[in-house]
């Protein structure tokens, strides 16, 4: 199975700031990744899909991008609805990274 | 409105089997696969398998292989996920997903707890 290596496991910031997470794969997905945020007690909300294209309705101020086995998440202008886990999704395996807890500083 | 409804919570003992529904409403379940996911308690998502739009294939993650049968009956829009021979670390939240471009739309996910 192909790995997912997510980092950092927990990044802390404020209201305002722009922040990045990384997703790395063991071996190339080409541009089949998703990431989704989840919030305690929620299921999944659905992002980004094909590496960096945005969900319907989902705010400009979060980005993807990324080919092969690197991937970044980047959520601009963070607001307070923005703290939550967030999470890759590879589409060849359907392997999940770790998560990355965005947490208020 | 386009949703995944999932059956309520279960409480099983060690050894047993549990199934699980997943039940599309206002899109035709025949044209989307469907992913099962789980999340123990504080952990993160663990992918456990996925099913066609038709029901006749199905890729189960290896960890799960020979414990869990997914299906679907298409008469009525329900997906199933059965996990056999429970144990205490199978509690979790399960949740059914469809896919289109991603996996776009989520149910809201069915507690399962193993407890003797």
């Known amino acids: 199975d192909i790995q997912m290596t997510q980092s950092p496991s927990t990044l802390s910031a404020s209201v305002g700031d722009s922040v990045t997470i990384t997703c790395r794969a063991s071996?190339?997905?080409?541009?089949?990744l998703a990431w989704y945020q989840q919030k305690p007690g929620r299921a999944p909300k659905p992002l980004i899909y094909?590496?960096?294209t945005l969900e319907s309705g989902v705010p400009s101020r979060f980005s993807g991008s990324g080919s092969g086995t690197e991937f970044t998440l980047t959520i601009t202008s963070l607001q307070s609805d923005d703290f939550a886990t967030y999470y890759c999704q590879e589409f060849e395996t359907y392997t999940f990274g770790q998560g990355t807890k965005l947490e208020n500083k | 409105q386009v949703q995944l409804v999932q059956s309520g919570a279960e409480v099983k003992k060690p050894g047993a089997s549990v199934r699980v529904s997943c039940t599309a409403s206002?899109?035709?379940?025949?044209?989307?696969?469907i992913q099962w996911v789980r999340q123990a308690p504080g952990q993160g998502l663990e992918w456990m398998g996925i099913?066609?739009?038709?029901?006749?294939?199905?890729t189960y993650a290896q960890r799960f292989q020979g414990r869990v049968t997914m299906t679907r009956d298409t008469s009525t829009g329900t997906v199933y996920m059965e996990l056999r021979s429970l144990r205490s670390d199978d509690t979790a939240v399960y949740y059914c997903?469809?896919?289109?471009?991603?996996?776009?739309?989520w149910g809201q996910g069915t507690m399962v707890t193993v407890s003797s």
């Open positions: 071996q190339s997905v080409d541009v089949w």
């Open positions: 099913i066609d739009p038709r029901g006749t294939s199905t």
């Open positions: 206002g899109y035709t379940v025949t044209n989307y696969y």
């Open positions: 997903a469809r896919r289109t471009n991603g996996f776009d739309i």
């Open positions: 094909r590496a960096s």
